[in-house]
């Protein structure tokens, strides 16, 4: 199965998961957003899309490449998002909090987006978290991307 993982990193940890998701996927192509091509699409079976949360929403870049693609591109292509974040839990603030519980993390709006341009969604959307607001990843986060990109695979 031909897989394509497109990403955006500002500080190396959704490059790490990219990568770690990559390697599960037997090999599957990885890629940052910036590299992508018209041609990259061609013949993916498997698109994966992931992006560190920023201000609670995928990154301008990643918003830029999904709006980009024409309507229905993605027809008959598997399709799954992630992203990375931090736990609001951890930094127990109450406004951080409140604002998550409104408009939640990336990974969901890139799942949305990449259904409406066609594609048929292989899993739920997935966070992988990092420590505070630059990283570096939790323990075990790398192993997870892994666990959950062999989902994909059935």
Known sequence: MKT?????????????????????????????????TPDALKGVELLVVGSPTRAFQPTPGIKTVLKALPAGSLSGMRVAAFDTRMDVKEVNNAFLTFMESIFGYAAEPIAKALVKKGGTLALPAEGFFVKGSEGPLRDGE????????KKLLN
């Open 4 to 36: 394509l993982v497109v990403y955006e990193s500002f500080f190396g940890n959704t490059e790490k998961v990219a990568q770690a998701i990559g390697k599960a996927l037997d090999g599957g192509q990885v890629i940052k957003f910036s590299d992508i």
């Open 142 to 149: 790398l192993e997870r991307a892994a666990e959950w990109a």
